[in-house]
């Protein structure tokens, strides 16, 4: 199976194909999983069982089948997913993915809606905002017990702010779980419209 840590002229992750995707192993699978989902281990071998797919858009129809259906993912299974997503506002980009990272900085690649580049900001009124994403990450996981997850979809920090600050105050556990295992397909769908080559499936 192709390499899916290989990278391509543009520093993201290369898609293995279809035929390789559907005859891997379970760690080569999870691997390429994981650059739709993050770490979310539990959500790629769920979907191993359901191979073969005839196409990439399918799987991520899977996916998403399995993230609304109650009988097939536990509240703990759920949360793992989410939790697989970084804090939006991580001060240690470093840590994040290559897609992570490209999309809490102006957005992938590519894709629509994407800043070619990062917005000018006063050094202090980054800190500052950073320091509030900080304690709205920490507000949000007492009260949910799982981390904010937002599409960001090229968004800027300053443009979310009053989107988490409205989740937080005046959402419920269910609405807002519900709200980030809807979101985790838009994450998946945008990455793999930036990554899926034209001639495959």
């Known amino acids: 199976m192709g390499d899916v840590a290989t990278s391509t002229a543009a520093g993201l992750p290369r898609l293995p194909a279809l035929d390789e995707l559907n005859t891997s192993t379970l760690s ?3 691997a390429a999983m994981n650059v739709f989902f993050e770490s979310a281990d539990v959500l790629g071998d769920r979907l191993y069982r359901c191979r073969p797919f005839t196409s990439y858009p399918a799987v991520l129809q899977a996916a998403d089948g399995l993230l609304r259906n109650a009988a097939a993912l536990s509240d703990a299974e759920r949360v793992a997913v989410i939790n697989a997503h970084p804090r939006l506002g991580s001060r240690d980009l470093e840590q994040l993915s290559v897609l992570s990272r490209a999309e809490q900085s102006g957005g992938l690649p590519g894709a629509p809606g994407a800043r070619t580049e990062p917005e000018p900001r006063e050094v202090g009124t980054k800190r500052a905002l950073l320091e509030t994403f900080a304690q709205l990450n920490r507000a949000y996981e007492e009260k949910y017990g799982f981390r904010f997850l937002i599409f960001v979809d090229g968004r ?3 443009e979310l702010l009053p989107v988490f600050q409205d989740r937080l105050h005046n959402s419920s556990r269910e609405k807002e779980m519900e709200t980030a295992l809807h979101d985790t397909i838009h994450i998946a769908g945008s990455r793999l419209r930036v990554l ?6």
Request: zero cysteines; hydrophobic letters at 25%.
């Open 28 to 30: 080569e699978f999870r």
């Open 156 to 158: 800027s920090k300053e």
């Open 196 to 201: 899926l080559p034209a001639d495959q499936p």
